[in-house]
């Protein structure tokens, strides 16, 4: 899934995207991590456009 980030899209962070998968934060820094997910780097926080997620959901519940 790992490519370019189109940053018009709407960008989430670790936390919202933990709440909505109701996954641990850990969790979703390693899916960033592996490029499993699509993120940035900002700072010291990471920032993962909504279509990443939402492409991510779908591929794995197929």
Do not use: C, H, N, W
């Amino acid at each position: 899934m790992a490519g370019r980030i189109d940053m018009t899209e709407p960008l989430m962070t670790v936390s919202e995207i933990a709440t909505m998968m109701r996954v641990s934060k850990m969790t979703v820094y390693r899916l960033v991590q592996s490029g499993a997910i699509d993120g940035i780097r900002f700072g010291r926080s990471y920032r993962v456009p909504e279509a990443s997620v939402q492409q991510f959901l779908k591929s794995a519940s197929s």
